[in-house]
């Protein structure tokens, strides 16, 4: 397992069906060496996914129990019924670019075993020693096992079965420290360091007009209900807002892949631990946000203005990645529409398309 400051999931170019279909043919287990460890340091957990059914499973790997390489969250973890802080990674991946490795098939009747080291990846200081229980993340995304990855443009979110399992930590749960840098662009490129400026810069442009369209269309606008539903515009606005007047000096932009995150299809990541946003290469074929006027669509999800909103949702005010692709975002409960950062970066740039172009 990946060792440092960690990442945030959001896929580019995904029309998710279904989210959240409870299925029977997966089932995940966990296991530990021990019940009990010193040292926090000594935690691992080996997560054992099967495939119950009759016919081969594929399914993405990203932010899944079956991804033992990044730090991406694949468990909940509580202690005394109270939520231990993931400190991990959430990353961005573009589908059309990712490659048969970002997928794990498994065979009718068969299991996959990916072991977990999570000792960097919560914030066990915080909790104190003590009894943890950890919940594996039991939403996969499938996809059909013939399909060329080049053609894949849709995934079912399918919900498995799973049981959580208790460990105790009796001794050191000393925290992993995290870096942190000033909060401005350290691209040396002059190029790239000049694309996510621009970027950057209509991130916090899509965020003011979505903004202000909420301002004055309200919640009976039919947009703002479908990604919204009954959620009040105030929570909406907020997190907007956090956005258009995000001026932080702590948080850094850049388009050196620090952590060696930047694997198959990942386009940006964010470092929760931090908060600061890392951009792969893919990243740079983006598209400027006026381009929504001319050649690109608000379903494509390739624009970089998008991309670094998304990502900056996170960053300052928490948002999650509950699902992917525009329709799949308009699918969601209220709760999890609030929360779902894919929600922002589909309503705000289809408000600029709407409006501006």
């Known amino acids: 397992m990946f060792f440092a400051p960690f990442l945030t999931l959001a896929l580019a ?41 009759a016919e081969s499973i594929k399914v993405l790997k990203y932010g899944t129990i079956l991804d033992g390489d990044l730090p991406t969250r694949s468990f909940t973890v509580t202690r005394d019924d109270k939520e231990v802080d993931f400190t991990g990674i959430k990353i961005s991946v573009s589908l059309e670019d990712a490659d048969e490795s970002a997928y794990v098939t498994i065979p009718a009747g068969e299991s996959v075993a990916v072991t977990h080291d999570v000792s960097a990846l919560f914030d066990f200081a915080a909790a104190g020693k003590g009894a943890f229980t950890f919940t594996p993340v039991t939403t996969f995304q499938s996809a059909p096992s ?40 350290i691209c040396t490129t002059a190029s790239r360091k000049s694309f996510i400026d621009a970027s950057y810069t209509e991130a916090k442009s899509l965020a003011s007009i979505a903004s202000s369209y909420v301002t004055s269309r309200g919640s009976s606008d039919s947009l703002y209900r479908a990604y919204w539903g009954s959620t009040a515009t105030s929570r909406v606005t907020s997190i907007l807002n956090a956005v258009a007047n995000e001026n932080s000096s702590s948080r850094t932009l850049s388009c ?37 006027c001319s050649g690109t ?13 998304h990502e900056l949702t996170h960053a300052t005010s928490g948002t999650d990645d509950v699902t992917y692709g525009c329709s799949a975002d308009q699918a969601l409960s209220d709760s999890n529409k609030i929360r779902n950062a894919d929600n922002f970066n589909c309503f705000t740039t289809q408000v600029y398309a709407n409006t501006r172009c």
């Open 297 to 309: 669509s608000v379903a494509s999800r390739n624009v970089r203005g998008g991309t670094t909103l």
């Open 146 to 185: 013939d399909e060329k990855v080049a053609a894949r443009s849709q995934l079912t979110a399918i919900e498995a079965a799973a049981t959580p399992i208790t460990i105790s930590i009796t001794g050191d749960v000393a925290k992993v420290e995290m870096l942190s840098r000033r909060a401005t662009d």
């Open 256 to 292: 050196v892949d620090t952590f060696n995150a930047c694997s198959s299809g990942v386009i940006a990541y964010t470092v929760i631990a931090t908060t600061n946003i890392y951009y792969c290469s893919i990243f740079f074929n983006e598209v400027a946000t006026s381009n929504l």
């Open 13 to 53: 170019s995904a029309a998710v069906a279904s989210p959240n279909k409870r299925t029977d043919s997966l089932s995940v287990e966990l296991s530990a060496a021990a019940d009990s460890f010193n040292s926090v340091t000594d935690l691992v957990l080996t997560a054992t996914v099967s495939n119950n059914g």
